[in-house]
């Protein structure tokens, strides 16, 4: 079984085995202009189908694609041709972002047979590999049995309990200027800093310009600047639970414990009133 992170090359020599998986989990922020189903249906990998991270979430909540229950997810995973024999590579258009998201479900869910395209789609392209246009094929229904890993999960119960314990750190991977609250949040209503005494490393501080994972040496550096360094348990946390699994898979990539996804993140803690922030 290949690593956490899959290349181009190997995604190419694998495609088409019948137990491969491949889903374009594609999703753009509210200030993207993009629509992903469409981009999808211009240009996807062969064979792939679509993880809408929006769908396989908790529908009955007000906070943006939340953690559904271990019955939802299997439902669900389950009609999208996946099983527990299954091997699951997540891409994404941008490179790597919401790809992430689908890796860290599915780990979440006990299903370690997954994996991350490194440099997602446009990787695919600039190595020379084919695309295909149109809507996805069919999928084969499956029987998928989760194993829900709660330690993997934090709620806001835990973060406000971490506030007075400070057994965890939390790592946030916003943007610098949303960290510190100089620049508003994109979702409309949503107060502006962070979580007290979290430490921020942005996402994107740990890819290279084609939009590749940096080598593991080179995020083990940039995770240990911003604390992460083995010695404490982490939690990461983002904008709405998404590209805080990009440090996490990073922090996987790197040989350091994985710790815990905020699911609710900034759209949770800044979307109250009665939550403690700094800036």
């Not at 899959?6 to 491969?20: C, I, K």
């Not at 069919?138 to 406000?160: C, E, H, K, Q, V």
């Amino acid at each position: 079984m290949p690593e956490t992170l899959v290349s181009t090359a190997w995604l190419a020599e694998h495609l088409g085995e019948p137990d491969l998986v491949v889903f374009d989990a594609t999703m753009y922020l509210p200030t993207e202009a993009k629509d992903a189903e469409a981009e999808f249906r211009a240009a996807h990998i062969p064979g792939a189908r679509r993880f809408v991270i929006d769908e396989v979430s908790d529908p009955d909540t007000l906070l943006p694609h939340m953690v559904p229950t271990p019955g939802r997810f299997a439902k669900l995973i389950g009609a999208l041709g996946v099983s527990n024999a299954s091997f699951v590579v997540f891409y994404d258009q941008k490179g790597l972002f919401s790809a992430a998201r689908g890796w860290w479900l599915m780990g979440l869910f006990g299903h370690d047979r997954v994996a991350v395209l490194d440099g997602g789609l446009p990787k695919w392209v600039a190595d020379g590999n084919p695309v295909e246009s149109g809507d996805a094929p069919p999928a084969t229904p499956a029987t998928f049995r989760p194993d829900f890993r709660a330690a993997r999960l934090r709620g806001i119960g835990d973060m406000l309990a971490n506030l007075d314990t400070r057994g965890e750190l939390v790592v946030d991977a916003r943007a610098p200027g949303r960290f510190t609250g100089e620049i508003p949040e994109p979702r409309a209503g949503m107060r502006s800093g962070h979580i007290p005494r979290a430490a921020n490393l942005p996402y994107t501080a740990l890819l290279a310009p084609d939009q590749t994972l940096l080598p593991p040496e080179a995020l083990r550096a940039r995770l240990a600047q911003a604390g992460v360094d083995g010695s404490r348990a982490i939690v990461t946390s983002c904008g709405s639970g998404v590209s805080a699994c990009i440090l996490t898979l990073a922090m996987v990539q790197a040989g350091l414990p994985a710790g815990a996804v905020y699911d609710g993140s900034w759209s949770e803690w800044g979307g109250r009133p009665d939550t403690p922030l700094e800036s």
